[in-house]
């Protein structure tokens, strides 16, 4: 059997193709576009899977046909993905056997809608991505997905998917219960050289994007964790915040960091390869994820917890109480108040962080990895052969449209030039 990986946002697919080649399966990493930092070099020295780029986005959506996509897929028989690979297999009706959201592509890309009833003629293709996601999510065998939060849980109930929820698929690899550990380049020793000069490090690396309504899944609240350093470093003067200058609000972060006069105690480390941020990671006291809603499992949290290091962030329990008999231990904070309190807590328990930075790894190991590898594995023993994707008629039915658009362009261009 082959396997075909598609996607790679958030390093999210490539170590499942891992798992699956070490476990005797042949398996293929079919890149879409990706940001540099996600590609599977970033996340490992010894790529030893076969990968194939393929650059596919949002934008060429109407330049990559139905039998382009199937040729490319042709001899695959299981499919996994993430990201635009909804879209695209849909649009080639090839059934996802396994979908695992990375985020926007959930709650963001499968509802694009015109701006207005006469869109220009580009717009048409960008609605067909679009629905091309909504459906591929929908019909997909298996959504990787925890239980997440209202703001998220509102988009699945929107799409209804037909396919059964599994707990959401490991985002590391891991070897004898260990990430590997990597030598940190030249020009990033002098980052490790600021920190261990440190007493006490605390460090988020997941974006800043908190700019938003706190009605946006985007929002994260960063500057929550900056305001809460803030009054706990007024104390502690040799306590050092790790960030990543990374996201679409890093400006607003330094802003209010100057205003708040502890730039000297922030480091930000310049965006980079995973393989390397994990080392950063390890040497904190605590790692910090999204403060801005309740999730239970993403990036943030995992690459925490697998360093052995105590995770800090906000998570509604109830919300969560059925998917595991136990939850992983973490600070559990919503405010800036709180995120002090903590901290200063802590300052003064590095056995209790410790405590739990071991017990945290401990879960993951137990009820994140092992389990979700095993799941994929029995899914994929127990296929029983490539299915066709359904019509969705609601694309079929809106055809007529398309041309009505195209032709009221038509006339516009024809208009404006006499």
């Known amino acids: 059997m082959k396997i075909a990986c598609i996607g790679n946002m958030n390093n999210m697919i490539f170590p499942i193709c891992r798992y699956l080649n070490s476990s005797g399966y042949k398996s293929v990493l079919f890149l879409l576009e990706e940001y540099e930092h996600f590609l599977p070099e970033a996340d490992t020295d010894k790529v030893e899977i076969e990968i194939v780029k393929l650059g596919w986005n949002e934008a060429m959506f109407g330049q990559v046909s139905p039998e382009q996509i199937r040729c490319t897929f042709k001899e695959f028989d299981f499919f996994i993905g993430t990201d635009y690979s909804a879209s695209y297999l849909s649009k080639a009706r090839i059934s996802l056997d396994i979908y695992m959201p990375a985020g926007s592509d959930l709650f963001q890309y499968p509802f694009k809608k015109f701006n207005h009833f006469f869109p220009e003629v580009w717009e048409i293709n960008k609605y067909k991505c679009a629905r091309n996601q909504f459906w591929g999510i929908k019909q997909a065998t298996y959504l990787s997905l ?25 985002f590391l690899y891991v070897e004898n219960g260990q990430y590997n550990k990597v030598e940190i380049p030249d020009n990033l020793k002098s980052f490790a050289k600021e920190i261990s000069k440190a007493d006490f490090v605390t460090i988020q690396h997941c974006r800043q994007a908190w700019g938003y309504n706190v009605s946006n899944p985007h929002y994260k609240a960063n500057d929550i964790l900056i305001r809460g350093f803030a009054y706990f470093s007024k104390d502690n003067p040799n306590a050092l915040l790790v960030l990543l200058e990374y996201g679409e609000h890093v400006e607003n972060s330094k802003a209010l960091i100057n205003d708040l006069q502890i730039a000297h105690q922030v ?152």
Request: hydrophobic fraction near 40%.
């Open 267 to 418: 480091l930000w480390l310049p965006k980079m390869q995973r393989k390397h941020l994990m080392q950063f990671v390890k040497m904190a006291n605590i790692g910090v994820g999204e403060l801005g809603h309740s999730w239970l499992s993403y990036g943030a949290v995992y690459e925490t917890l697998v360093c052995d290091v105590a995770f800090m962030g906000f998570r509604i329990d109830e919300l969560y109480k059925e998917q595991y008999t136990e939850l992983y231990p973490m600070i559990n904070v919503k405010s800036s108040v709180e995120i002090s309190d903590k901290l200063e807590y802590y300052y003064s328990n590095r056995e209790g962080l410790a405590a739990m930075g071991k017990k945290g790894h401990t879960w993951l190991l137990k009820y994140a990895i092992h389990p979700s590898v095993e799941k994929v594995l029995k899914i994929v023993e127990n296929h029983q052969g490539r299915s066709k994707l359904p019509i969705d008629w609601k694309l079929v039915f809106i055809q007529p449209y398309f041309w009505v658009i195209k032709i009221f362009n038509f006339f516009k261009i024809r208009f404006m030039r006499s």
């Open 146 to 170: 925890d239980t997440t939060n209202d703001l998220s849980e509102e988009c699945i109930s929107k799409i209804q998917p037909i396919g059964k929820r599994i707990q959401v698929l490991p």
